[in-house]
């Protein structure tokens, strides 16, 4: 077996592993990194692989697919919520894109029509050789582990993966029920041990509540995917007494979480949250709640678009405001940058925030700790470590090279092919 890893090396975007063996070749991933601008990963020939497989529906992973769709098709598989989750990020990338696509809507379409949708913990015969099993990943919803089994080898990639549970989502399943060749696992989070959730949920409320009750008004810029439906269900779940309100791409979202209970953690409670929640249609109703003390729930997450930017806009104003961040903020992003020098971008010049800034560790990966346990759980025979900055990836890198004798460590490098 041959695997290439053409990006999420050293870095966290475009996440894409071509794997060979002597018969055929299957493409993880196909994703794309979106900073100041879209970045693919390394080139593949089509002709190199016959199976596209997805892991989940965030663009880092998925972004890039429709580009073997384009005057042909590829076989392809995903999970039923992952299919329908890329197609509106898909879209909407094609929506707010700043620079040229190699695709459009028919592209995306096409890719989403050739899809195959799999269920969780099924194995799937693929090729005449290989089995396909997608275990879930935690992370967001439809997310999923893959595992291939080959004739003589098991290869396990985690995609992205949460082995705690949130307020929607599940955790991840570690029981894999066999021996496990080759690991290839994300590294985001392997030097950060997160804080208990509860005590983050319960910062965020108090912190709230402080803001509401002092006459002022919180905005929670958001991911539309994930993050807004599980900060309404805290809220919820902690029994907050104020207006809740969500816009932008999360209530479509919403909806097709609400369609889809078997796959929430506790669906009852995420009902009760949305029965709860304003979900906000006209302008009207956005310029009242601007105005009214309450909490905001909207993306974009990092304030690179969506309703989000508007509301920022008035809500900085405000002294007695504040915009709570509960997303992952990209170095050099409107979001990342209102966290460390307390601006924004207003009229096209920056203009200093008096809103009170802060951020929460709301993640939807893993902890350094969880990554050593699953490995050491796993106990393959090769590891590599992809989805991660250096740093993180030679932690784990020393991690397994110092305690882990008989499991050889690898810090792939792009295009390079490695035979296990």
Excluded: W
């Excluded at 989502?169 to 290839?184: H, K, Q, R, S």
């Excluded at 696992?185 to 950060?192: F, H, K, V």
């Excluded at 020098?341 to 893993?366: C, P, R, T, W, Y």
């Excluded at 796993?378 to 990836?393: A, D, L, Q, R």
């Amino acid at each position: 077996m041959k695997i290439k890893f053409l990006g999420a090396v050293e870095e966290v975007g475009r996440s894409s592993i071509l794997v060979k063996t002597e018969k055929e070749g299957f493409l993880l991933d196909s994703g794309v990194a979106l900073d100041h601008s879209v970045k693919f990963p390394a080139y593949v020939s089509p002709d190199e692989f016959s199976t596209l497989i997805i892991s989940h529906c965030h663009l880092d992973h998925v972004g890039s697919a429709p580009l073997f769709f384009i005057g042909g098709a590829k076989k392809a598989f995903l999970t039923k919520m992952t299919k329908e989750l890329s197609r509106i990020l898909l879209l909407d990338m094609l929506k707010i894109a700043k620079t040229y696509l190699p695709f459009e809507t028919l592209e995306i379409n096409r890719f989403l029509q050739y899809s195959t949708e799999v269920e969780k913990d099924k194995q799937y015969e693929i090729s005449e050789d290989t089995l396909l099993e997608m275990k879930n990943a935690g992370h967001v919803l439809g997310a999923s582990q893959i595992l291939l089994k080959f004739k003589d080898k098991v290869l396990l990639y985690t995609g992205d993966m949460n082995v705690n549970r949130t307020r929607t989502v599940p955790p991840a399943n570690t029981d894999y029920n066999e021996n496990i060749d080759v690991l290839i696992t994300e590294s985001t989070y392997a030097t950060t041990e997160h804080p208990p959730r509860n005590q983050v949920e319960k910062e965020l409320i108090e912190e709230s509540r402080k803001i509401i009750e002092d006459g002022g008004k919180v905005l929670i810029p958001a991911f539309g995917v994930g993050r807004a439906q599980e900060i309404i269900t805290v809220f919820h779940a902690n029994n907050f007494p104020y207006k809740v309100a969500l816009d932008g791409m999360a209530k479509k979202v919403t909806e097709i979480f609400m369609n889809n209970p078997e796959e929430l953690y506790d669906y009852k409670q995420f009902a009760r949250a949305v029965e709860k929640t304003y979900i906000l249609q006209s302008d009207q109703e956005r310029r009242y709640v601007a105005q009214e003390p309450g909490v905001i729930v909207t993306p974009a997450g990092m304030l690179k678009g969506g309703p989000a930017v508007k509301y920022s806009e008035e809500i900085a104003k405000g002294k007695k405001n504040a915009i709570f961040l509960v997303s992952y903020q990209v170095e050099g992003t409107p979001g990342s940058t209102l966290l460390k020098k307390k601006v924004i971008a207003m009229g096209g010049k920056l203009v200093k925030v008096n809103a009170e800034v802060k951020q929460f560790d709301f993640s939807s990966h893993s902890g350094r700790s969880d990554y050593i346990n699953l490995i050491k759980k796993i106990n393959p025979k090769y590891v590599f470590f992809v989805h991660g900055s250096k740093e993180n990836i030679e932690f784990l890198f020393n991690e397994v090279q110092n305690n882990m004798k008989d499991t050889k460590a690898i810090m792939p490098k792009i295009n390079e092919v490695y035979e296990v």
